[in-house]
């Protein structure tokens, strides 16, 4: 079982940058799968970003189309933490974003990762 707590969320303007960040403690499988989504209130969850590893080593990342090119998502394998690194902010990018983990490597879809974190709160302005 995987402990995940999220930091980093605030307010960014339009145009802004903001990094997330992701603590993870507990136990991890040998392969698994990391990731980012986010929630906005009355509104289905969305992937946003994955890594997939093995060891201590990332094999792959994904980005959704809707942050392919502004975000950037990272390990620190060493520390068990995970980062977002959210470029040139949207009003659309909603607001609630999680990290979650998953046994094995599995796709960016939340019926497939078994630990969530409470989540983190960002709010971006026009």
């Known amino acids: 079982q995987v402990q995940l707590v999220e930091s980093g969320g605030g307010s960014v303007q339009a145009g802004g940058s903001l990094r997330l960040s992701c603590a993870a403690s507990?136990?991890?499988?040998?392969?698994?799968?990391m990731a980012w989504f986010r929630q906005a209130p009355g509104k289905e969850r969305e992937g946003v970003a994955r890594?997939?590893?093995?060891?201590?080593?990332?094999?792959?990342?994904y980005y959704a189309d809707s942050v392919k090119g502004r975000f950037t998502i990272s390990r620190d394998n060493a520390k068990n933490m995970l980062f977002l690194q959210m470029n040139s902010r949207k009003t659309a990018d909603t607001p609630n974003y999680y990290c979650?983990?998953?046994?094995?490597?599995?796709?960016?879809?939340?019926?497939?990762?078994?630990?969530w974190g409470q989540g983190t709160q960002v709010t971006v302005s026009s």
């Open positions: 890594v997939l590893c093995e060891g201590s080593s990332v094999r792959d990342t």
């Open positions: 979650a983990t998953a046994r094995g490597w599995v796709p960016l879809l939340g019926n497939y990762y078994n630990d």
């Open positions: 507990g136990d991890m499988y040998n392969q698994y799968s």
